[in-house]
């Protein structure tokens, strides 16, 4: 009985151990989705927002979460994240699962293509309401068929899942702890955003400019130039976070337009590079512009 039971204990802390998030080629994704056991197949994920691409052709087993079913206008401020029992309920509904890898995949190509946004937003979507294995395909769709893999246009639909019972909204941040925080000393606050945007130079925003102190990081420049939805090794943008303060030894805040750049610069600084303090300020820059009482500013924050 002991044996027994200290095996269960020894699975149980392996498969915890190998729970992560992060990024997983389409060679290792395709040998999880054709696990000859059921049981051990990964949730897989199309969040694509146009539906008629998944109809069009998308990875076997794959469940269509539009990620803009997950967001939507509250107090006249568009694109809102949902309240929590809704998120809950769509996220059940896609069969997210507490006790499953979750594979989650979009779209590529070149700019202004940008749909890996959607695969970034909904992985942090997951990870907030306390899901920990979750793996971005890299190079998504585009990297996928590259590879030789079949698509399908059969639909697929999970059964319904099991959240986790502890969320971690500390992923995210508020716009009053943002503004208590961000001119700690050893905190950065990063606009992931287009630099023109950053600037001003536009014709989306209610107002012009960014939250005074960020500094500017395209999240593209993460990306490679052929492929916008694989990732650049660390090793080749290091240079590059740290010329810009983006170091290790920073709490750091990161924020876009909508929240769907700002979470896929911090994916990659908590969950690729593996900085240990990053969060997303979910409201961004539309919710902020909304906000007049506060002050917004166009000057070139960012180092040379």
């Avoid at 940008?114 to 937003?121: H, K, R, V």
């Avoid at 170091?247 to 805040?253: R, V, Y």
Wanted: hydrophobic share 40%; proline share 6%.
């Amino acid at each position: 009985m002991f044996r027994v039971l200290l095996a269960c204990v020894c699975g149980l802390f392996a498969a915890q151990l190998r729970a992560e998030i992060g990024v997983i080629s389409p060679a290792d994704a395709q040998k999880l989705i054709a696990a000859p056991d059921a049981s051990k197949r990964p949730i897989v994920l199309d969040t694509r927002g146009g539906y008629k691409d998944y109809f069009r052709g998308h990875v076997p087993t794959a469940h269509h979460i539009n990620f803009d079913t997950l967001r939507g206008t509250d107090h006249g401020v568009p694109v809102q994240y949902l309240p929590d029992d809704l998120t809950r309920a769509l996220l059940l509904r896609a069969g997210v699962d507490r006790d499953r890898t979750h594979l989650i995949y979009a779209t590529g190509e070149q700019l202004p293509n940008d749909e890996i946004l959607s695969a970034s937003m909904v992985a942090y979507v997951l990870e907030k309401f306390g899901v920990k294995d979750i793996r971005i395909v890299d190079g998504g769709l585009p990297a996928w068929k590259a590879a030789g893999f079949e698509t399908t246009q059969e639909y697929f639909g999970n059964p319904s899942g099991t959240l986790p019972e502890q969320s971690d909204f500390g992923v995210g941040i508020a716009v009053d702890e943002l503004l208590a925080a961000k001119d700690r000393p050893g905190t950065v606050l990063v606009d992931a955003r287009p630099r023109n945007e950053y600037l001003g130079d536009d014709d989306v925003w209610l107002r012009k400019g960014h939250i005074p102190g960020a500094i500017s990081f395209h999240w593209a420049r993460l990306m490679t130039p052929d492929n916008t939805h694989k990732f650049r090794p660390f090793t080749e943008v290091k240079k590059d976070l740290e010329a810009a303060g983006l170091t290790p030894d920073k709490t750091i805040i990161v924020y876009c337009g909508t929240s769907r750049e700002g979470s896929l610069l911090r994916f990659y600084l908590r969950h690729v590079a593996g900085y240990p303090n990053v969060r997303l300020y979910e409201g961004s820059w539309k919710e902020y512009a909304s906000l007049r009482q506060y002050p917004a500013e166009r000057t070139d924050r960012s180092k040379p």
